[in-house]
């Protein structure tokens, strides 16, 4: 069984930046806030896009919008007629400030983090019960890659809490563990030479700097770009 590096397979990370098969609903309330959730939205009257790698994403996000409107059409036009006589007795409008987008760049991004930090920590974990007496080597590498992305992890986790609800943040990080515990699946099964051997090289990689998330652009630009937009 061919067993890749841990070089490799962040690099595939940083490609893809997906954890969830499932659909991702990208919804936008009337307040013009967007949250990503595993659901459709239950606020009437909300827009919403079903995300994802799939090339069925469009006709989902039709089909989806279709149930979505046949179920809540009479709640809509009452909604509808509510807003407008809100708008007439309103006091003058004001310019409605622009919203920061979260688009797919930024979901793969946010997910791509997450993915990394899992990786490094399940590899960390992984390597540990290979060759206990390699601790200092392996907990310190760990330790300072940690150290090194610190402020741009953060900087996601502050994001993933505005942009995803509760129950779509818990299903990605369970998404999550399942995929790098795929990826290092041949590790696990390997014989403890080959173990180490692995070991060895990926908290050199580790130690590189090539594994660090704010070297990676597709991973580290979305996410300050966000920043940005928001300050």
């Known amino acids: 069984m061919r067993i890749n590096n841990l070089l490799s397979i962040s690099i595939l990370i940083c490609a893809t930046g997906s954890a969830l098969a499932q659909p991702v609903y990208k919804i936008i309330g009337k307040d013009g806030k967007i949250i990503f959730s595993d659901s459709p939205p239950t606020e009437v009257g909300a827009d919403f896009t079903v995300m994802g790698e799939s090339n069925q994403s469009s006709k989902a996000t039709e089909s989806a919008k279709k149930e979505h409107t046949q179920i809540g059409s009479s709640q809509v036009h009452d909604s509808l007629r509510v807003d407008a006589k809100k708008t007439q007795a309103a006091a003058p409008i004001?310019?409605?400030?622009?919203?920061?987008?979260?688009?797919?760049?930024?979901?793969?991004?946010?997910?791509?983090?997450?993915?990394?930090?899992?990786?490094?920590?399940?590899?960390?974990?992984?390597?540990?019960?290979?060759?206990?007496?390699?601790?200092?080597?392996?907990?310190?590498?760990?330790?300072?890659?940690?150290?090194?992305?610190?402020?741009?992890?953060?900087?996601?986790?502050?994001?993933?809490?505005?942009?995803?609800?509760?129950?779509?943040?818990?299903?990605?990080?369970?998404?999550?563990?399942?995929?790098?515990?795929?990826?290092?699946?041949?590790?696990v099964s390997a014989d403890t030479w080959s173990k180490i051997k692995w070991c060895d090289k990926a908290f050199d990689e580790v130690n590189s700097g090539k594994m660090d998330v704010h070297n990676a652009p597709k991973l580290s630009v979305p996410v300050m770009n966000y920043r940005k937009l928001q300050q």
Request: proline residues 4%; aromatic residues 4%.
């Open 94 to 187: 004001s310019k409605t400030p622009s919203k920061p987008v979260v688009d797919v760049e930024l979901e793969r991004a946010l997910n791509g983090i997450i993915i990394m930090e899992d990786l490094v920590q399940q590899t960390e974990s992984l390597c540990l019960n290979a060759l206990p007496s390699s601790f200092n080597r392996y907990n310190t590498a760990a330790v300072n890659w940690r150290n090194r992305n610190a402020a741009i992890i953060t900087l996601q986790r502050k994001i993933s809490s505005q942009v995803y609800d509760a129950s779509m943040r818990r299903k990605l990080e369970a998404a999550v563990k399942l995929r790098n515990a795929k990826d290092l699946a041949p590790v």
